[in-house]
């Protein structure tokens, strides 16, 4: 049995390691959630009695390096505190969402990006890109602060993640 698992282990090593650090964690890792949140839209509707926002038509959103468009995005906030500035709790999009980064983009059907827990989690006909690798699934996790990423598999269909990972060249292909 520890000959299988000590098998399996090293091959996922092999498998993740050769493809490069860059897919196990996200680029995203210790993403400053503290920074100004900038939203652009064709329209905003507040609704200061519910504590949210609706943004709607090509909706931007800009933290760093951390962007995300969906069709409409609903913001949720608090003014509460001693600021009269809203402080936002969590955001969540709807329609053709994106999230891009400098080494990934995320694609799926509605994300809801949990600022206070610094947790993005997309859903709906996932699919994520890192380099050349790609996989697909159901519900995608991303720790903001570790950059930990988790896929999982759709219920509906067989229920499993799937993905295409590239194979590095060997040295010998680069001399020449």
Same mark, same amino acid.
């Given at each position: 049995?520890?000959?299988?698992?000590?098998?399996? $282990?090293?091959?996922?090593?092999?498998? $993740?390691?050769?493809?490069?650090?860059? $897919?196990?964690?996200?680029?995203?890792?210790?993403?400053?959630?503290?920074?100004?949140?900038?939203? !652009?839209?064709?329209?905003?509707?507040?609704?200061?009695?519910?504590?949210?926002?609706?943004?709607?038509?090509?909706?931007?959103?800009?933290?760093?390096?951390?962007?995300?468009?969906?069709?409409?995005?609903?913001? $949720?906030?608090?003014?509460?505190?001693?600021?009269? @500035?809203?402080?936002?709790?969590?955001?969540?999009?709807? %329609?053709?969402?994106?999230?891009?980064?400098?080494?990934?983009?995320?694609?799926?059907?509605?994300?809801?990006?949990?600022?206070?827990?610094?947790?993005?989690?997309?859903?709906?006909?996932?699919?994520?890109?890192?380099?050349?690798?790609?996989?697909? %699934?159901?519900?995608?996790?991303?720790?903001?602060?570790?950059?930990?990423?988790?896929? @999982?598999?759709?219920?509906?269909? @067989?229920?499993?993640?799937? %993905?295409?990972? !590239?194979?590095?060249?060997?040295?010998? @292909?680069?001399?020449?």
């Amino acid at each position: 049995m520890n000959f299988v698992r000590n098998f399996l $282990f090293s091959a996922l090593l092999i498998t $993740f390691g050769f493809n490069g650090a860059t $897919f196990a964690q996200s680029a995203l890792k210790s993403h400053d959630t503290k920074q100004a949140i900038d939203i !652009s839209a064709s329209r905003l509707e507040v609704q200061p009695k519910q504590g949210r926002a609706v943004f709607a038509g090509a909706v931007r959103v800009v933290q760093g390096d951390l962007l995300i468009s969906a069709e409409n995005m609903t913001v $949720f906030y608090d003014t509460k505190g001693k600021s009269e @500035d809203p402080s936002i709790s969590r955001l969540d999009a709807m %329609g053709n969402v994106t999230l891009t980064s400098k080494s990934e983009k995320v694609s799926g059907e509605w994300a809801i990006y949990d600022v206070e827990r610094k947790l993005v989690t997309l859903g709906g006909k996932v699919v994520l890109i890192r380099g050349d690798t790609e996989l697909k %699934g159901e519900r995608l996790e991303l720790d903001l602060v570790t950059g930990l990423t988790k896929l @999982d598999g759709s219920a509906s269909r @067989d229920g499993r993640v799937k %993905g295409r990972f !590239s194979i590095p060249k060997d040295k010998k @292909d680069h001399e020449g």
